[in-house]
């Protein structure tokens, strides 16, 4: 490979392309929205939230200096992240708070790259992050269903047009940020039902002492306030 076709790629992912029109913006809203209200809808799209949660438990746990055993994702939507490590601590406690609010804060980082016109980035970056993730995936499900995702980045991000390009990749990120809103309603909900009684902010409850409604609230800020901002960046506000 010639120094010139290097540079080309690498102004190809780094560099930064037009930004859409606001109409593009909006109507990438809408179809993420679609995805994320809708019960049917949600069922399926649901996945893509999963691999953000189980993702977000992984990275944190091997920044934390964990040891990442594996991750499941089933076909009910639910996950598992399997980490090794000391059962207490600051590692584990952040590693337990990563899972609901990493789509949130995912969808926030994507938004500050549109923000700044680099769609290809996010699209390239998204494909890395599935690929590092497939590595742990445990469970046939869970390899098919990343596969399946990998495979949608890298499609269109070399058979596409610029403006499918964009298209695809705002309505990817509109949908982590509002798909990333609706997971704690859903616990939330299953916790007044007696539901749910192994849930991420029941073990953060039992690791720091403080009341999994805290917690849950604390997940519900960040989601709302990641929604809000990122909202703003993508709408240009």
């Not at 996950?79 to 000391?86: A, E, H, P």
């Not at 499609?155 to 949908?175: D, R």
Request: glycine share 12%; aromatic share 8%.
């Amino acid at each position: 490979m010639d120094t010139d076709h290097l540079t080309d790629i690498w102004s190809r992912v780094f560099g930064t392309q037009p930004a859409p029109s606001l109409w593009l913006v909006i109507i990438t809203a809408v179809l993420a929205l679609g995805a994320v209200v809708p019960h049917t809808a949600w069922r399926l799209a649901r996945n893509a939230v999963t691999i953000a949660h189980e993702g977000g438990h992984g990275l944190i746990a091997l920044l934390t200096g964990r040891r990442l055993d594996g991750i499941r994702l089933h076909s009910d939507t639910s996950g598992l992240t399997v980490s090794r490590g000391k059962p207490t601590g600051l590692g584990m406690v952040l590693t337990a708070a990563a899972g609901y609010i990493a789509p949130s804060l995912l969808g926030l980082a994507g938004a500050a790259l549109l923000a700044a016109g680099h769609i290809t980035a996010l699209l390239w970056g998204a494909t890395l992050l599935l690929l590092a993730m497939l590595v742990m995936i445990r469970n046939a499900y869970g390899v098919l269903t990343v596969v399946l995702a990998g495979a949608a980045f890298v499609l269109v991000s070399w058979l596409t047009t610029p403006q499918v390009q964009a298209a695809f990749a705002y309505v990817v990120v509109w949908f982590l940020l509002l798909g990333g809103v609706r997971p704690p309603f859903e616990l939330m909900g299953k916790r007044r039902r007696g539901g749910a009684p192994d849930s991420d902010p029941d073990q953060l409850a039992r690791l720091t002492h403080v009341p999994a409604a805290v917690w849950l609230g604390l997940f519900h800020v960040v989601t709302l306030c990641s929604l809000i901002g990122g909202g703003r960046w993508l709408l240009g506000l």
